[in-house]
């Protein structure tokens, strides 16, 4: 089934292969970064990352870089 | 000069009070580099009362897109970034008490340094210096208003703010091996301004007295994304940091690099303590385009950078050939690992 969510503020269509939060990090090449991930407005603790992701859930991902 | 701030004076949320009390303030600005610059030139423009600048690097022809308060004949004359600062902050400002200072912030000077200011502006380059200052700060009780950046995409978040909010080592849970930084992928100068008039933003909305929630924010000026996270449930009752039996970790010697020149050997040692952990394939990948002759085996990841030959041991100790000159290697470990 299609599933399109909201990615930080964008529509974003989910690839049929990625089916949690786990494998969304992947994809994005975020899995080797520290990140802070809010799901539906709640902050996912890291061992809640297998959550599977569903048709218009809302996902905020924050990860950390060294520059400035 | 009465006029000079009076548009900021209009602003309502500001208004007269809000100037004297920016006018009372004096700002620790760690790093003149991209967000150093376009932090503490706002700053300084809005009339701070005093200004330090602390930075360990000179300036090179790569920095110019994006560090605002230099030149090419800065470039040309090897200028320390803190000394071409100070210049170029005072000229801009000859109210503001401008004290540029050409260091290494370590774990033995930046509590000194770091003391009598009001508020600090992280414009760093690295996580070590990062966690260093976020610890600095805490105990000094002076509010960090952290700010990072590379390629298109920024994040900031003020700390000591407010009592029910995490510090920088709350949100890290653990300490990343690498992190992107700009000598592995770039930046470009629009994603600094927008961080660092994050930073500013928050920090006068602080020293003005207006009451908000530190958020942790984040944008990509090339993708549109944008996040804004509330992290008040992410600080931890017993962090080493900010918790009510706060030990400040990394002021204290052992969870800080080591550095050692390797005598008659024309290198320098810099080790990590136990607790960052190095992954020696992805470092070896992440640096893949900015260095030459790169091979990697499970015991080391070998290269050349800048002219220098660098090898990083699986233990976390890095060799920077062809130098004695400790912030040298400092500089090029921050540039490959963040």
Redesign the interface.
Known sequence: MKRTIELNGNRYEMPAEVGNVEELLSHLELAERIVIVELNRDILAKDAYDKPINDRDQIEIIHFVGGG | MSERYSRQELFAPIGEEGQRRIRATSVFVL?A????SSGAEMLVRAGVGRLSIVDRDIIEWTNLHRQQLYTEQDVVEQLPKAVAAEKRLTAINGDVNVTGIVIDVTTQNVLDLMDGHDVVL??????ETRLLANDAALKLGIPFFM?????S???TFPIGIKEDQPCLHC????L?SQ????DTVG?ISPIVVT?AARQVADMLKYVTGTPFEPK???A?LW???????G?A??KKSGCPSCSENAVYPFLSARESMKTAVLCGRDTVQLSWPGSRKF?LI?FADSIQGTVSKLIHNPHLVACEYNGHRIVLFRDGRMLVHGTKDIVTAKKIA?GL??
């Open positions: 790093g580099g991209a967000l150093g992280d414009a760093t380059d690295n996580i700010g990072a950046c590379v390629g995409y920024g994040l949100l890290l849970e653990t990343p992190t992107l930084t700009c930046v961080t942790l924010e984040s990509d993708t549109g994304d944008r996040a804004s996270i992290v449930s992410m992954e992805p921050a690992l963040g």
